[in-house]
């Protein structure tokens, strides 16, 4: 078959219907795991987007993450310093081409001195990964023990190096899909992966790892008593029919197309977990993670963030699929990690969206990436893929008024950001 020839997209013009009407209002007085019926579908006009008519709260610069209601204030720049800075002990000899490993030289990130009663033991399924990194980043930093669960199937032990040998720290080379038993006070279950390419790679194996993986887990958060975190996703509502996506919403998802093995797996995956509340009274939390991008993210894994970025890094054209009037609500890595442990440490077990509200184009992400990277390269359009939502946007009322939480980081801080880790990575693999 002969590929679709690519159009040069010149101009940021988009169809222009009639906006969306946005609402931010939330029923909060629904009761704990009882599920609402269905709200009357909004009508969606899908191709009602133009950057004027879409939804934007202006945001200050960000210096401190977390929250001191919390204790989880944090100076940005201490996170900066770990994923940015060069790693502690670790000595790179480009002439010779050798690495070097000096114990005596690593000095680990300062972490918070807390007491015994305060401090847990947690564990963190899939925290190789690129959530998972900075969610171990911080719970370290807040002075607990972090035990990492993962395969290495997208994760990468370069992504939670800086932490091996720390006293509070322990990784685990374990499949979720296996039983596993460890005596803990909490369970972030991440592990699963998050990327198209990855999650389609083996689809049978991504089904086994939502649905085996999350029994085993809440199988030990029984058994411990611990208190468990499901991170599932947006994508449980599909190509959604209403906007914005209020946890109400019953999703409308394709149960046979190539996305299935993942937005099935984690509809499973949340079934199980309210199941496993009701019938053995496990503690239970359910995150549904909006699009998030951030260091640490995949190079390789065809997220759009990323790709666009080592597409403009690299010189090379930046890949649009479809017209790229398609929305997404991109959240910095950060601002999820603080809704985590908020959602965490607070008693409400309904499922909370967790996403930046405001919505961009595709089109104005690659735009916006151009424009920090590098002016000279192209925008190309190609077909668009199968069952790829048009729009997505979080109702975030609920973790508002429960968590007190709503995204600090602006969509151009977070990508200036994610710029000067690539950069990074690409100068410092040579890519
Ligand atoms: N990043 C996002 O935009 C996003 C959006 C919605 C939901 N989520 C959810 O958040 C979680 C983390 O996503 P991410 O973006 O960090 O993805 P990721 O692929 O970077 O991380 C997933 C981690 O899980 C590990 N893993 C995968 N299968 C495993 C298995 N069978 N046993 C043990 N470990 C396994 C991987 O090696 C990796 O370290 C996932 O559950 C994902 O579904 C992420």
């Known amino acids: 078959m002969t590929p679709t020839p690519p159009n040069i997209i010149t101009s940021l013009s988009s169809p222009n219907d009639s906006p969306t009407s946005p609402t931010n209002q939330e029923n909060t007085s629904q009761s704990n795991l009882t599920a609402a019926r269905p709200t009357s579908p909004q009508p969606l006009s899908a191709r009602s987007t133009t950057s004027q008519n879409l939804p934007r709260t202006p945001k200050p610069i960000v210096t401190h993450v977390g929250h001191s209601r919390n ?181 409308y998802v394709n149960p ?28 239970v939390r359910v995150a549904r993670i909006f699009n998030t991008f951030g260091p640490r993210m995949n190079e390789n894994d065809g997220r759009v963030v990323s790709n666009f970025i080592i597409q403009a890094l690299k010189g090379e054209d930046l890949t649009v699929y479809g017209e790229g009037d398609q929305t997404r609500s991109f959240q910095y890595v950060h601002d999820l990690v603080d809704g985590l442990i908020a959602l965490m440490n607070q008693p409400c077990q309904d499922p909370m969206n967790l996403g930046n509200p405001d919505e961009y184009t595709i089109l104005e992400f690659a735009e916006m990436i151009r424009d920090s990277v590098n002016r000279g390269v192209r925008i190309i359009k190609l077909p668009s893929t199968t069952d790829d939502p048009q729009r997505r946007r979080p109702d975030i009322g609920r973790a508002q008024h429960y968590l007190g939480w709503s995204p600090k980081f602006s969509v151009g801080q977070g990508i200036g950001e994610t710029v000067e880790y690539f950069r990074k990575v690409v100068r410092d693999n040579d890519l």
Not at 214 to 221: E, S
């Open 71 to 251: 204790q989880t204030l944090l100076p940005l720049e201490t996170l900066r310093s770990i994923y940015l800075g060069d790693l502690p002990g670790r000595l790179q000899d480009n002439e010779q081409g050798t690495l070097t490993y000096d114990h005596s030289r690593k000095k680990y990130p300062p972490i918070r001195n807390i007491s015994s009663t305060e401090k847990k033991r947690i564990l963190v399924t899939g925290g190789a990964g690129f959530v998972g990194s900075h969610l171990v980043d911080r719970l370290m930093l807040m002075g607990h023990e972090v035990i990492v669960l993962d395969n290495f199937f997208t994760g990468n032990k370069r992504n939670i190096e800086h932490w091996l040998g720390h006293p509070h720290f322990e990784l685990v080379r374990h499949d979720v899909v296996d039983p596993f038993m460890i005596e803990v006070d909490q369970i972030y279950h991440l592990a699963c992966p998050a990327s198209p390419p990855h999650y389609q790679y083996n689809p049978i194996k991504t089904v086994k790892t939502s649905v085996m993986g999350t029994i085993n887990m809440l199988g030990l958060a029984k058994r411990v008593k611990a208190r468990f975190l499901l991170t599932s996703t947006s994508e449980v509502y599909g190509d959604p029919q209403e906007h914005p996506q209020k946890e109400t919403y019953w999703g």
């Open 256 to 283: 046979i197309g190539p996305r299935a093995c993942y937005d099935e797996g984690k509809r499973v995956a949340e079934t199980l977990t309210y199941a496993y509340a009701k019938q053995d009274r496990v503690d």
